[in-house]
């Protein structure tokens, strides 16, 4: 008994952490699912992508009142603003060739440097209150420990949401096209379908996703002045290490990210500074390394 | 006799998709070899095996009596296996004189001594005779990038040249290219030392009979048949082979 | 020919930039800080955008609000008022605060949020001779013969309320900060305190927990940790972004009732409105509280609050109080107020009565030796406010 | 005979610039030429990222890991051993270089989006490294009190912005003159030629990965001596000054400039950097506002310049050459998906 007491008391203290590295993780997927998007099928750097995260976290931010009507109303509303903000990028990157990935990020990163400064003139330097519906407010009691009902939920809902990706994706036409594209985009381009129309599609669903991800996870990313470039960055990490363009591998990659963040800290803390980079410079380089070794087809 | 390359059972696979099976091949010193065969028989897979550019799943590559089989395209290039590829790789925004530099380099003998550049102008001195040769004298400082695509395929076949090779791989050297230049690649390459060996592909069968001595037809990832030009041209097994009509 | 059009392009925007560069430097040089229609020059150097830029905001706003009420003038000069932007931290901080100092040339410089941004900036004061009257951020200094600060030192606010927790709290206390020097210092500054009257850490190996900064978002792996330890009540710093995060999930986790105790910045100014009700009942330690009883107070806080929304923090309050320190050294320094002739003035000030009660810089640190204040989160009409419930102690070296 | 006089033109702008630079502490005030100093360091930098990004084809956002090594071991190792300017430029310049050596298993063997972020990370730990070892490089406030430094034995330690401006000035000329030097050699055709398309370098019997090699552990070492030039002209570091912001606008920089050219880069990164330091000084507040405005309205006006870059650092293929070889572009896609 005194064993299994004491085995018990060992995972113990990591089961909230690896619970919350789940909900951080689908939350860093959602966001950097529109990533994957962008970069498969329109072969978009897109460097404000965190912009269109935190146009939905400030919109929760200021329609959230408790109620979930508001929630509802948030989540429309962000989720429209985003991709609203996403066609209008799609517009400011027409001239640019596609695959120009320089001039892309020139022009996104400006596009991120000024609308992030915009919101923030706009709703304030301050952190803003976010109110999640009343019933949601508290925490509820898990094997023993106490953890937040919010959380609890956005993991079911961001679960459910990327259920509802993958189904898109695999049994839809839409979602034919996207897989087709990511997997050869000459191809669509020869099913006739403008170049313009895609990429304005592409940006308009990156930014909804973007944006719901913004508004259900006001709570645990909330929106601020670093949020737009916490988000890119967590995202960019996600999409590369995912494999750009696969969204299994991003899954993948956004969970590992949301336990490294959260599981690596409670087991490593003194590496944890070093944990997310360094993890994937390693993933990254040992890949490189595999591909230089295994001699690409000519 | 030994052969200057060999290939044993050599086996490439995409997915269930046999590219290569099993297949067997022999280039002598000196010898100016053919592979033809319908398309799609793994002709263009088995120069990328040999130069390197592929591993196959099973199988050999020895060159000059060595196994190869485990070096990079590079480290082969070094030893003498050079290539012209079906699309002519040259570097877009490296004028035509530079590219053959760049090609001859790693294996230019120079002037003893330190002094700096001497690499570079034996090399430069080497691309200057080789692009005349090749009719490319005229276009030295022009951006390969800008050349036509027979110039482009010329411009390659120079490079290859002035890697100093043993053995000079041409993916269907022939393709693209107008009469005239068919005519000066045919003069250029029957001009080559008797040193180097040859591994062509080539749909064009009067070409193949024109330059080698040895022909080996591939077909589905296998040899179908080996041997002299006048034995294939009269073997059944070919012309039933090439009945579907490639040449 | 396609080949030469985007030379000529960049070299358009190159242009471009070029004449934008040298038009704005060329017009910039007007001499000398004070000139003889007794107008005097100051430099108020803080983050207006970027992560800080709520600290930033309240920082100008403090120091514009004193000149606001008192015709604008300093020492009986009328004040031009040369702000720049901080930014981020020392990468902007630097190239701005030369261009207030060499460009400017400001008799007097004051604000910046940053302490890596004072550090950056103290090289240039050493070389132009003008004081810095620092108004939030303090680093370790070798030389602050022209650093002054009306604000505090980073482990001050620990050190005052170490006492308070020994007194009040039957048993050990968990210290949690964040992993940078301001988080370092400032749980230094407690567990030191602490240590010394005989408290004791219920941390598992004695030593302070430091959480990953910025990356820990997330709190909950420590929250177990601190259950696990059964600490008695728990101390921490955070500020910003972090705070509100740490409080409101603080409030959801398995040890929301245990007690609270904090370094003031983490319930202060716009993150109490963002954390909301999860803050009630936090205690912190400040050297300010907008409802602390006296005359200076009074005003400054009916002052702020006919310009602005909500109450004035600390952060407004040390600004405010940096302009007082020049209004008075500036009129001390006689009729050619030069940046040496004020910052001598300074270091004779003496008290200085203030909003925060009556203090006055030490001689060894040029940082205030002040009081402290126990504050606790508590319903104030419709909103939550941070109300003084006891007087600590008196702390400055 | 056009492109002549667009060399010739070139050629004349650039003696303008460098005149300019020359007799600039002279004419501009203090302010401008301490901002002209700090620049120039930074310019150093957007050299090396020319370097990689655009003649060897490896984008970067990492050049400030050797940024950094080289300023904190001038400003540690230097200012101990030696006041004197060169040495502390022989250090920085090593230990840029070592900090670059030791990364080159990382970098070597990846390419285009997933380099980028590699090196990303590479910045990013190394300013965790130097936030956290405090004992050495006083955390994340940052080394103060730096001695000023001498240029030569026995000359006087700086004592003024134009000196300090002029010194930098006279290494930065010195160093990307022998990088221009150096990329007329053999060694920066091949560097070209890699950028152009490795594959068939390769096939050229070409060791493309010990070239890439070299080329960093030279960028290293140029961006390493910019770090005490940083030093020099700031007389404080910090970690915040080798953080991502910087490399993302020091790439911005480079693209603005034409990624392939080191004059452009040297003038872009200039700009950009100066545009932004003089930005939070007159706007206080919408310096990121503009700054942002700037960089979209620099994408139009230069649709040309920014299209140059190509080989590997494009995941598809050119649209506008359609026989362009493919299969090098083809086998990027595949490894930038996998």
Redesign the interface.
């Known amino acids: 008994m005194m064993t299994v007491a004491a085995g018990t008391n060992r995972i113990d203290p990591y089961l909230i952490p690896a619970l919350d590295g789940v909900a951080y993780g689908l939350l860093v997927f959602v966001a950097a699912s529109g990533l994957v998007f962008c970069f498969g099928v329109a072969n978009i750097l897109n460097l404000a992508h965190g912009m269109l995260y935190a146009i939905g976290g400030y919109t929760a931010a200021a329609l959230l009142d408790g109620g979930w009507a508001s929630l509802a109303l948030a989540l429309a509303v962000g989720v429209l603003a985003a991709a609203a903000a996403g066609v209008l990028l799609a517009g400011l990157l027409t001239p640019v060739a596609t695959g120009n990935h320089l001039s892309q990020a020139l022009l996104t990163f400006g596009v991120a440097l000024a609308g992030g400064s915009l919101l923030v003139a706009g709703f304030g330097p301050d952190d803003p209150r976010v109110r999640v519906p009343a019933a949601l407010e508290g925490s509820v009691v898990l094997a023993g420990h106490r953890y937040a009902a919010y959380r609890l939920v956005f993991i079911v809902v961001a679960a459910v949401l990327a259920a509802t990706l993958y189904l898109v994706l695999r049994r839809t036409r839409a979602g034919m096209l996207v897989r087709a594209a990511v997997d050869d985009a000459e191809m669509v381009a020869c099913l006739g379908v403008s170049p313009a129309r895609i990429r304005a599609g592409v940006l308009a669903a990156a930014g909804a996703l973007a944006g719901a991800a913004g508004v259900l996870g006001a709570p645990i990313i909330g929106p601020g002045t670093d949020t737009a470039d916490t988000v890119l960055l967590l995202s960019l990490v996600v999409v590369v290490l995912g494999g750009l363009g696969s969204m299994a591998g991003t899954l993948l990659a956004a969970l590992a990210i949301g336990e490294i963040q959260t599981l690596g800290v409670a087991l490593l803390p003194s590496a944890a500074p070093f944990l997310l980079f360094a993890a994937m410079a390693a993933v990254l380089a040992v890949r490189a390394r595999g591909l230089a070794s295994?001699?690409?087809?000519? | 006799m030994t052969c200057l390359l060999s290939a044993e059972e050599v086996t490439v696979r995409y997915g269930s998709l046999a590219a290569l099976d099993g297949v067997d091949l022999c280039v002598h010193d000196g010898q100016r070899h053919a592979l033809i065969g319908p398309n799609g028989a793994g002709k263009t897979t088995l120069l990328?095996v040999i130069?390197?550019?592929?591993?196959p799943q099973r199988g050999t590559v020895r060159f000059a009596g060595r196994n190869v089989s485990r070096l990079?395209?590079?480290?082969?290039?070094?030893r003498g296996i050079?290539?012209i590829?079906q699309?002519?790789?040259?570097?877009?925004?490296?004028t035509a004189t530079?590219?053959v530099?760049?090609?001859a380099?790693?294996?230019v003998t120079a002037d003893p001594g330190w002094w700096?550049?001497r690499?570079?102008r034996a090399a430069r001195h080497r691309a200057g005779a080789l692009l005349e040769q090749l009719g490319l004298a005229d276009l030295a400082t022009v951006p390969a990038?800008h050349l036509a695509?027979g110039q482009r395929r010329q411009l390659e076949i120079a490079?290859a040249l002035a890697?100093r090779p043993r053995l000079l791989l041409l993916d269907e050297p022939a393709a693209g290219l107008s009469a005239v230049e068919v005519g000066r690649l045919v003069e250029v390459l029957q001009a080559l030392p008797r040193a180097v060996a040859v591994l062509l592909v080539e749909h064009r069968l009067d070409l193949v009979y024109a330059l080698s001595d040895a022909v080996s037809v591939l077909r589905d990832g296998q040899t179908l048949a080996a041997g002299t030009p006048d034995e294939i041209r009269t073997s059944p097994l070919v012309r039933q082979a090439y009945a579907d009509g490639v040449a | 020919m396609p080949h030469t059009t985007p030379w000529r392009s960049r070299a358009l925007i190159a242009a471009l930039l070029a004449t934008a560069l040298t038009t704005s430097t060329a017009c910039g040089d007007d001499g000398p800080g004070s000139s003889a229609s007794g107008s005097i020059k100051i430099g108020l150097l803080a983050s207006l955008s970027g992560t800080y830029q709520a600290v930033g905001t309240e920082i100008r706003d403090g120091f514009q609000l004193y000149l606001d009420t008192h015709d604008g003038k300093l020492g009986g000069r009328q004040v031009d008022l040369v702000v720049a932007d901080e930014g981020n931290g020392a990468q902007t901080a630097v190239p701005a605060a030369t261009k207030l100092l060499k460009q400017d040339r400001v008799s007097a410089l004051t604000g910046i949020v940053g302490g890596g941004s004072v550090a950056g900036v103290t090289p240039l004061l050493s070389e132009t001779k003008v004081p810095l009257v620092g108004s939030n951020g303090r680093p370790e200094l070798k030389d602050v013969s022209r650093v002054w600060h009306t604000s505090y030192l980073s482990d001050e606010p620990g050190a005052a309320i170490a006492q308070h927790v020994r007194d009040n709290v039957k048993g050990s206390v968990y210290a949690i900060g964040p992993d940078y020097q301001g988080g370092w210092d400032e749980l230094r500054g407690f567990t030191d305190a602490f240590a010394k009257i005989g408290g004791k850490l219920a941390n598992a190996d004695g030593k302070t927990t430091f959480t990953p900064f910025p990356a820990t978002t997330n709190f909950t792996p420590f929250f177990a940790r601190i259950k696990a330890s059964g600490a008695a009540a728990v101390y921490t710093f955070y500020a910003g972004g972090a705070a509100v995060d740490f409080v409101k999930q603080y409030a959801q986790s398995e040890i929301k009732d245990i007690p609270l105790y904090a370094a003031g910045f983490l319930t202060e100014g716009g993150v109490l409105n963002a954390q909301g009700d999860a803050a009630r009942g936090i205690y912190s330690v400040l050297n300010y509280s907008p409802d602390l009883d006296n005359a200076e107070n009074r005003a400054f806080v009916a002052a702020w609050k006919g310009k602005h929304d909500g109450s004035p923090t600390t952060y407004a309050l040390a600004s405010y109080d940096a302009a007082a320190v020049l209004d008075r050294a500036i009129g001390a320094a006689g009729s050619d107020p030069t940046p040496e002739a004020i910052n001598t003035a300074i270091g004779k000030l003496g008290q200085i009565a203030s909003p925060r009660g009556t203090w006055q810089f030490s001689t060894t640190t040029h940082s205030p030796v002040q009081k402290w204040y126990l504050r606790q989160v508590r319903q104030d009409g419709r909103a939550l406010s941070n109300t003084v419930v006891g007087d600590l102690a008196t702390v400055g070296r | 005979m056009r492109d002549r006089v667009v060399r010739w033109a070139r050629g004349a702008v650039a003696a303008l610039v460098l005149a300019g630079l020359v007799v600039a502490p002279w004419v501009v005030d203090d302010y401008t030429t301490a901002l002209l100093a700090r620049t120039l360091a930074l310019a150093l930098v957007g050299v090396s990222v020319a370097l990689l990004t655009g003649v060897a084809g490896v984008p970067t956002l990492g050049q400030t890991a050797p940024y950094a090594a080289g300023a904190y071991a001038c400003a540690v190792l230097g200012s101990r051993i030696s006041d004197v300017g060169v040495v502390q430029l022989a250090v920085a310049a090593g230990a840029g270089a070592v900090l670059a050596a030791l990364t080159v298993p990382l970098v070597v063997h990846a390419r285009g989006v997933i380099v980028l972020m590699i090196t990303l990370a590479i910045g990013e730990l190394v300013v965790t490294v130097l936030g956290r070892w405090r004992s050495v490089t006083g955390g994340t406030d940052g080394l103060a009190g730096i001695p000023a430094v001498r240029p030569f034995w026995g000359l006087p330690a700086f004592g003024s912005d134009q000196a300090r401006y002029l010194y930098a000035l006279v290494v930065v000329a010195t160093l990307v003159g022998a990088v221009l030097v150096l990329l007329r050699?053999?060694a920066g055709?091949?560097l070209?030629?890699a950028?152009?398309?490795e594959?068939?370098?390769?096939?050229?019997?070409?060791?493309?990965p010990l070239y890439l090699s070299g080329a960093h552990i030279a960028a290293g070492a140029i961006a390493g001596a910019a770090g005490s030039l940083l030093v020099v002209a700031q007389q404080y570091i910090s970690p915040a000054d080798f953080g991502f912001d910087t490399s993302a606008l020091l790439l911005l920089g480079v693209v603005i400039g034409g990624t392939?050219s080191v004059g452009g880069a040297l003038v872009g990164a200039a700009l950009v950097i100066a545009v932004r330091d003089w930005l939070f000084g007159v706007l206080p507040g919408h310096a990121p506002l503009v700054l942002g405005v700037l960089f979209v309205a620099t994408v139009y006006l230069l649709p040309a310049g920014v299209d140059r870059v190509?080989g590997r650092w494009r995941p598809s293929g050119p649209p506008h050459?359609p026989?362009?070889?493919?299969?090098?572009d083809q086998a990027t896609v595949a490894e930038l998906r996998r």
């Open positions: 295994s001699w690409r087809a000519a | 990328n130069a390197g550019a592929t591993k990079g395209p590079a480290a082969r290039a070094r050079n290539r590829h699309r002519p790789a040259v570097f877009p925004t490296l530079e590219n530099v760049v090609a380099l790693p294996r700096p550049g690499r570079r990038g695509h490079m890697g | 050699t053999r055709l091949l070209r030629a950028r152009d398309d594959t068939r370098l390769r096939a050229s019997g070409h060791r493309v392939a190509r050459r026989d362009a070889p493919a299969a090098p």
